[in-house]
């Protein structure tokens, strides 16, 4: 077994943790023998979206780090401790780094691990775990994770920050028409799949996450329990048992996971905090938000559907509306954001990489990375697209055969891969 000591003394099963090696090799490694190459060691006690975002996946450290929980993947891993426990496995060495062509510390496979490679066998695992870091916001961690009591609330959810009739309707109607009309090519590691395709229910159709045989259906079916758990934490929220408060975690952990979004070490009134502010619309103390923690908050009012559901609120969904609104925006000569939008702010990140900010036309867009602000009000802005979605069915289509009416996550989903 490989023993990772910083990760709660995690032990892997020598053939996985050699079969990660392998897939290592070769997906990052430039064409090295995972038999007889070296690999980078690159100790560092950065988060892991740092480190991905320099280009280090080629590392001991990164490796160590996707083999653990969502827990420690921003938990340093390849220190000397961990070398001195997996002896059997691995010895030191010197490398060449192949992002900076410079000789560093590395690790290599002993004769006994070069032995045991040759009956390794694929783990599919981490090709997903891959496709997540690559595709996802991959939040930089927030410093601090530890919320205070809040006291003398009420669970009644309170109105949206920006109600639906602050918002335009020719505006929304022309946004839904835009997606409506525009020709959409599904995108994978920036490769386009198949041929262009139009509407809003085939590209609903054409949704996946994190590859694209998890399409929508698949997605709906594996997020059924954990979104039966959102519900059963968010009803009880402010009156949990211990074994909620531990739910409430594992809860968290799991969304983490799904969305490869990884956070600091938070505990169960962290999670409470985020969970009262989705509810209540407000930003209560110690209520983070991220990219990580607003996958908390729609999926725990999941339950509140039409009215106080909110929107994942990533930099995909951001991404999507904003360069669509910004172009409609420049066509009726506006110059400036309007104060109705002033709340929907960008969130850095789209593709899975930290990338330049795009071009806009209008002045003034601000940012929303961390913004409950901006959650409630693109929750605002999807919900009037929802609403606008099912009024356009019930116009166009004939009695008795309308589809299912749009929810607000459909429409986020629609947004999400529109944003890539």
């Given amino acids: ?24 090799f070769k997906r990052f490694g430039g064409g090295r023998d995972p038999a007889s190459g070296a690999m980078p060691r690159l100790s560092s006690i950065k988060p892991l979206a740092v480190l991905w975002d320099k280009g280090a996946q080629f590392s001991l450290e990164v ?40 000789e560093v510390h590395g690790v290599c ?70 997606i409506e009309t525009d020709p959409f090519r599904p995108v994978y590691r920036k490769a386009s799949l ?40 968010a009803t009880a929220v402010g009156r949990w048992t211990s074994v909620q408060r531990a739910q ?26 985020v969970i009262m502010s989705a509810i209540k619309h407000e930003a ?22 039409p009215e106080g559901v909110l929107v994942i609120w990533d930099s995909r969904v951001a991404h999507s509306l904003i360069t669509r609104i910004d172009r409609l925006l420049v066509a009726r000569s506006i110059q400036t954001v309007p104060s109705y939008l002033k709340a929907i702010g960008r969130v850095p990140g789209r593709g899975g990489s930290r990338t330049p900010p795009p071009e806009y036309g209008v002045k003034g ?9 901006s959650v409630f009000a693109g929750s605002a802005l999807v919900r009037a697209i929802r609403d606008e979605l099912n009024a356009r069915e019930e116009m166009t289509t004939a009695l008795g055969v309308r589809p299912e009416p749009w929810t607000l996550r459909q429409v986020e989903m629609v947004l999400f891969m529109d944003g890539y």
């Fill in 365 to 373: 867009w601000g940012i929303g990375y961390k913004s409950w602000a």
């Fill in 63 to 102: 490796l160590c780090r996707t083999l653990t929980k969502a827990t420690y993947w921003n938990t340093g891993q390849a220190t000397g401790p961990m070398l001195q426990a997996n002896a059997r496995l691995l010895q030191t060495t010197t490398t060449i780094n192949p992002r900076t062509l410079r």
């Fill in 284 to 305: 209560l103390p110690g209520a983070l938000m991220n990219s990580g923690w607003t996958k908390v908050a729609a999926f725990a009012t999941a339950h509140l559907e």
């Fill in 194 to 233: 198949g041929a262009p395709i139009s509407g809003w229910r085939t590209r609903l159709a054409h949704y996946f996450w994190p590859r694209p045989e998890v399409d929508y259906h698949a997605t709906m079916r594996d997020l059924a329990p954990l979104l039966a758990l959102a519900n059963e934490l």
């Fill in 248 to 273: 409430a975690i594992s809860f968290a952990e799991q969304v983490f996971a799904w969305g490869g979004v990884p956070q600091r070490t938070f505990d169960d009134k962290t999670v409470e905090a």
């Fill in 109 to 178: 496979l002993t004769e006994y691990g070069r032995e045991r490679l040759a009956g390794a066998i694929s783990d599919p695992d981490l090709e997903a775990r891959i496709a997540v870091f690559e595709q996802s916001d991959f939040d930089i961690p927030d410093g601090k994770a530890k919320a205070p009591p809040l006291k003398d609330w009420s669970p009644e959810p309170a109105p949206l920050s920006v109600p639906p009739r602050d918002l335009p309707a020719d505006l929304i109607k022309a946004l839904v028409a835009d």
């Fill in 1 to 24: 077994m490989i023993l990772l000591p910083h990760a709660g003394n995690c032990e892997i099963p020598d053939q996985r943790f050699l079969a990660a090696w392998d897939f290592w």
